[in-house]
């Protein structure tokens, strides 16, 4: 009698985050990332002084973030419709101007900013040994010492972008990320729409 021996695995056995907790994400190689829904201003309506101004001013804030700091940021578009119930409509002019929007199609924006730490080794290493790739990945330790640095660090990043460089962002809690993963694993991101696991289908009416 012939056997296979070989080993089976399931896709949730290459799924890199072991878990969320105190307001993070623990990956399951130990990295610990926290993240934030920031709202950028629209590049293409600056002009070249101050989109490198904006640059100039996020580069600052990275400089606040301590050694061994991964920083990603993900720019996220979809299409959506205009909801004017919220706009006046005491004059005629301003009826005729919310009722002209209503329901308009439009490519909606928005970024999250998600801070990693990790260890030196980690950085170094070839992307062959993400955990993405690889099932069993070191796991990284970390002293609470250094986790409340790293926090401290984040939340100074976060009020830089909000106080000094005024611009909105937020940081996601715990309750939230089941959601957010959720979204990112069937690429539905409207709020609006629930999303479901479901076949990935490339139909011409979803692409932009």
Known sequence: MITNKQNK???MDYYPILNCDGDM???KSGDI??????MFPEYCRMSAEE???????????????????ILHKQDIFYRSRYDSSALPKHSYLGGCFAAHYHGREYLKHKSYIYITLTT????ESSTTASSILLNKATFNTFSEAQIADF???????GSYLQE????????????EYPDIMHRHLTLEFDNT???????????PSKMV
């Not at 030196?120 to 950085?123: E, G, Q, T, V, Y």
């Open 193 to 203: 729409v629930t999303p479901l696991y479901e076949d990935m289908e490339l139909l």
């Open 51 to 69: 989109y490198e101004q904006n640059l100039t001013n996020f580069i600052s804030a990275l400089s606040l973030l301590p050694e061994n700091t």
């Open 120 to 123: 030196k080794k980690r950085l």
């Open 25 to 27: 994400l623990i990956s």
């Open 164 to 175: 000094s460089l005024h611009i909105p962002c937020r940081q996601i809690l715990s309750d």
């Open 151 to 157: 926090f401290s660090c984040a939340r100074s990043f």
């Open 9 to 11: 695995s399931t896709l």
């Open 33 to 38: 990332s926290i993240c934030y829904e920031v």
